[in-house]
């Protein structure tokens, strides 16, 4: 099988199983117990929190441990949220957020909140202009995320922030899928709020992330929490956040000679598409916006997304059409829609992403079974 | 290290790490995606669905993974809730309830739900005429847990479950303590919904399961989410919940050994302790209430149990004062304090909670400690 859907999940490192086991073995103390079991929980948690801030150039006292990205962007949100004053009640996001924060949005209009939806530009991003005509006098809370899972758009953040800090606005990101594949870097970026995930980066399913800029007041989803300072409630997974630490900073070593490897696989792609006439072209031109070396969101011009995916499968290859957290659902994606396709185009969208393993072979043989597919009666 | 504090959180088994390792390996697409790799998880999924059914003698249609047990707590609460009629909006807990749910009750007060608190008898045991005392026309939910995390008393849920169907009430009940341990069968039992976790029994942390008894209305926590039915949203930790699935099986396949094994260290401790004139007396008599075989909670009457705690620790003994979920309140434990205990008695409180593999030599290394902490100038 040739797996091409790294930005649906990732099978865990050597490394990460390899820590996983051990903590396991000898870290598995509850790490809110008081005695020397705990302890010794609560002391790998603490060397993770550190790590993690490290990673992102942030504070150990902002981190926080979840049980993955969703859950990360849902109490990320909330808690902040929460602790704005009752002036701020205006909150805005992007039309091409992941689903978990779309979801949210429902949850938070019943609420009484009032929410701004922008929409990128048509090739994708959310310009200072688009940003600036949705601010208001109460607007609290902005979250954009750092790059789309499907198309792989990434955002200017650093720009983005500079316009919300004069403001005194916060920005959360979600940076689940540029975690481990490009820098995200507190301060260059600017976010006050941050997600990650663990198991698109080789880290084990079921972990995550949240950063808050220590200093901006947040208040519990959950009141009573005593869990990560209250953040969330439950037994924290120390064999598994040391997984994933193990894992992001294995990533993180090696970023730039896998973005190279990444840019190379994804150049092959397109260039010999091209060459062999096959109806493959980028969702967006390099040239206009920035996009994750890793993730190929593309246009196949001449079938449906989930007929190529099919074809695809059936001669033992995973690709998809788009997020997997809204796998099953009839309606184009909005964040391809977003870029001015209509809906058919839209469903013409197909997603290729690579892992660290992935080899020009596996590209040759995807490129095979594309042609193949081209050439046939459609 | 002696380790006993197995109600806190336990090791995984090697077993059930094998699986985790694995499945990692072979198993790691999204199970939501739709090519083969997240067909394979999504049916590695559905087998462990219908095996932890299988365990609680309920129907794989109405299990939803999660996160852990608090998790579950919340969410099962929430979404049950939520789907009551509005001429139901009485929901009735005990006052003896994991954290989780005693953090959750002031958020639904908050929400505008009716709450009633139970106190249970001086055994610690909700009686039906103290369930009935409660009931109200408006009553849609109750919940009380299968067995106390601190004193082991387990409720009679059989009694109670006939009760509340003649009323067309619903039952939750949390048996993240009691299951693989005594059994849990969702027909002998009559619960409606159903609170499970991982780590307690071997299995990995970070993984717990819901039941809601097909037929039951729900409404999700987060509108359009679509993992898990609506019930969960974020990527499903297959081989986490794989890891678990396997775990439980084998606990519950050896559930009678272990149970006489676990009664066999309790006796050994209070016998041995009387013999030994060590002043520890277990919380509740045995003729008065069921207790978990593997949880000894105790009183142990010449000091404060966090001063045992540490004397024990400091010779290399894990006890707890109490649940790790509530470590560093300084209050007494609320479930202490039912069974008719002052503050300060309830402070002498310690529970002490074995594992598969605790040997009577351990109990008695224990023994000796606290024979020497009751004799030193206390």
């Known amino acids: 099988m040739i797996y091409l859907d790294y930005a649906a999940s990732a099978p865990m490192s050597e490394e990460a199983l390899h820590v996983f086991h051990e903590l396991n073995k000898e870290v598995y103390g509850n790490a809110s117990s008081l005695h020397d079991a705990g302890g010794k929980a609560e002391h790998i948690l603490n060397y993770c929190r550190r790590q993690l801030a490290g990673l992102i150039h942030g504070r150990e006292e902002g981190i926080y441990f979840t049980s993955g990205g969703t859950e990360s962007n849902i109490l990320a949100l909330q808690s902040v949220l929460n602790g704005l004053p009752a002036s701020k009640r205006h909150f805005i996001t992007t039309s091409v957020e992941h689903s978990s924060i779309r979801n949210l949005v429902s949850l938070l209009q019943s609420q009484g909140w009032e929410i701004s939806i922008m929409q990128p530009d048509l090739n994708g991003r959310i310009t200072p202009e688009i940003l600036l005509s949705h601010l208001k006098?109460?607007?609290?809370?902005?979250?954009?995320?750092?790059?789309?899972?499907?198309?792989?758009?990434?955002?200017?953040?650093?720009?983005?922030?500079?316009?919300?800090?004069?403001?005194?606005?916060?920005?959360?990101?979600?940076?689940?899928?540029?975690?481990?594949?490009?820098?995200?870097?507190?301060?260059?970026?600017?976010?006050?709020?941050?997600?990650?995930?663990?198991?698109?980066?080789?880290?084990?399913?079921?972990?995550?992330?949240?950063?808050?800029?220590?200093?901006?007041?947040?208040?519990?989803?959950?009141?009573?929490?005593?869990?990560?300072?209250?953040?969330?409630?439950?037994?924290?997974?120390?064999?598994?956040?040391?997984?994933?630490?193990?894992?992001?900073?294995?990533?993180?070593?090696?970023?730039?000679?896998?973005?190279?490897?990444?840019?190379?696989?994804?150049?092959?792609?397109?260039?010999?598409?091209?060459?062999?006439?096959?109806?493959?072209?980028?969702?967006?031109?390099?040239?206009?916006?920035?996009?994750?070396?890793?993730?190929a969101g593309c246009y196949f011009l001449k079938a449906e997304g989930q007929y190529i995916m099919l074809e695809c499968n059936r001669n033992g290859i995973c690709i998809s059409t788009g997020s997997a957290c809204a796998a099953g659902q009839q309606e184009p994606s909005p964040s391809v829609k977003a870029l001015g396709a209509t809906n058919q185009e839209a469903l013409r969208f197909i997603r290729i992403s690579f892992g660290q393993h992935t080899t020009l072979q596996e590209m040759d043989l995807l490129l095979k079974t594309l042609q193949t597919t081209s050439f046939s009666k459609l």
């Open 137 to 295: 006098e109460n607007t609290g809370l902005v979250s954009i995320q750092h790059a789309n899972s499907e198309t792989g758009i990434i955002q200017d953040l650093q720009e983005l922030s500079s316009v919300l800090k004069e403001r005194h606005v916060l920005l959360h990101t979600d940076a689940v899928q540029t975690f481990g594949k490009i820098p995200v870097h507190a301060d260059e970026l600017g976010f006050d709020v941050l997600t990650v995930s663990s198991h698109k980066l080789y880290g084990p399913k079921g972990v995550g992330a949240v950063y808050i800029r220590p200093g901006i007041p947040w208040k519990p989803v959950y009141p009573g929490t005593t869990h990560e300072k209250g953040f969330r409630p439950g037994t924290v997974n120390v064999p598994g956040i040391g997984a994933f630490i193990a894992a992001a900073a294995a990533m993180i070593g090696q970023m730039t000679e896998l973005s190279q490897h990444f840019q190379k696989l994804r150049s092959h792609l397109f260039t010999e598409a091209e060459r062999l006439g096959i109806p493959l072209k980028p969702v967006v031109q390099e040239v206009r916006a920035q996009v994750l070396p890793h993730i």
